[in-house]
């Protein structure tokens, strides 16, 4: 006997999607941007917890291929992956502790005193050009005291101007409600990230299972294909630059510390984040830094000067492109396009996820398109 079936049944729960949206942007008072934010309100949690199951993946998988030997029974499978992600977040969680207890506190407390002894740093800095350019051409030294008063003037206005007690309060307002909406955000995403990490042979498995069912098996294929390797373009690339940046940091603190730099964690943390960013993210980073120690000390400038040269010509010249470059398959040029298309659109994240929007754009549209008619000519170049 002959099932009866509604045609084109399986479009009702996508039409009944598309009507509650309809009445929930144009029967109340919300508008489209309110609605968008309660969506996402509603899917941080998820996108949290695929991040941070996304990051953390690579550890429990290479930890798992070591410790659990083939043909365990499946349930003891289990049990040690639980084992081995519950003992990944703490390490995560320990470092996470160790860098906010050792290297927080060291970070307000520069940015602390810096704001308390700007006028004092700026006027040990006019005496330095004073007692220096005196003897060259006092015409220099009296331009150059005149620019500076100016800066400190702007610097004053601008203090008065925007600091005052309500909207420093505002300010803080925020922040404490952002923060707060973060750590909510952040522990959910760290319960969901587990069922992630625990479960994520099951998830891919129903991703290729619903694309099988979109698409023909060979257009299936090819799009599982495209999808492995989009996910090797992000992750390599994002995992070299995060690399980079510990290393920069770490030895600016190995090195700037040790020669008695002020401000050395902050200088090092901003030389580390800048750096995330191809090519010219680095000196994005350096000229502030290196204003920043001019007002405190010309001579330790000069030395943080030098070590960001010296720095800069290993990582950017040797070490940088040439990571980048391969990982993500683009050429040089194609990385400075994505970094200055991307900051166009984004700002300074736009700098850092253009890179791999770029190679991404190439080997979607690109690379598919010159193959196809390339094959379509017969020509093998």
């Known amino acids: 006997m002959r099932k009866f079936r509604l045609k084109h049944m399986d479009l009702i729960p996508i039409l009944i999607v598309a009507f509650l949206l309809f009445k929930l942007v144009f029967s109340t008072n919300m508008s489209i941007a309110a609605t968008l934010d309660a969506i996402y309100s509603c899917v941080s949690y998820f996108i949290y917890g695929w991040v941070i199951a996304y990051f953390l993946n690579p550890l429990v998988s290479n930890i798992e291929k070591r410790v659990v030997k083939e043909g365990t029974c499946e349930k003891r499978r289990k049990t040690v992956r639980s084992l081995i992600i519950a003992a990944v977040f ?3 969680i320990g470092v996470i502790t160790v860098f906010f207890v050792s290297i927080i506190p060291k970070i307000v407390a520069a940015v602390t005193d810096f704001a308390e002894n700007f006028p004092k740093y700026l006027a040990n800095f006019q005496n330095w050009i004073n007692s220096t350019f005196a003897f060259i051409n006092p015409d220099v030294t009296e331009k150059l005291n005149v620019v500076l008063s100016q800066i400190a003037e702007n610097v004053t206005n601008w203090a008065t101007a925007k600091l005052d007690v309500e909207k420093v309060g505002g300010a803080l307002g925020t922040a404490v409600t952002g923060s707060a909406r973060f750590v909510i955000n952040f522990v959910f995403g760290i ?3 587990i ?14 299972r619903l694309t099988h069912a979109i698409f023909s098996e060979e257009k299936a294929e090819n799009v599982i294909e495209c999808g492995r390797k989009i996910n090797k373009i992000f992750y390599d690339f994002i995992l070299s630059k ?11 603190l190995l090195v700037l510390a ?7 964690p902050v200088i090092s943390l901003v030389l580390a984040v800048s750096n995330m960013i191809p090519y010219i993210g680095p000196w994005i980073g350096s000229v502030p830094c290196v204003a920043l120690l001019l007002l405190y000390d010309p001579i330790q400038a000069l030395i943080l000067l030098a070590f960001i040269l010296g720095m800069q010509i290993v990582d950017n010249v040797l070490i940088g492109p040439k990571i980048t470059s391969d990982r993500v398959g683009i050429s040089p040029l194609l990385v400075i396009a994505g970094v200055a298309v991307g900051g166009t659109f984004g700002g300074v994240i736009g700098m850092f996820v253009g890179v791999p929007v770029v190679a991404v754009i190439k080997l979607v549209f690109y690379d598919s398109f010159v193959e196809r008619r390339l094959k379509e000519k017969n020509l093998d170049l």
């Not at 995060?242 to 600016?252: E, H, K, P």
């Not at 040790?258 to 050395?264: C, D, E, Q, S, T």
């Open 90 to 92: 703490l390490l995560a």
């Open 191 to 193: 319960v969901v990230s």
């Open 195 to 208: 069922y992630f990490l625990h479960g994520k042979e099951s998830i891919l498995n129903q991703l290729k």
């Open 242 to 252: 995060l690399v980079q940046a510990f290393v920069i940091f770490i030895l600016g």
């Open 258 to 264: 040790p020669l008695g730099i002020k401000f050395a």
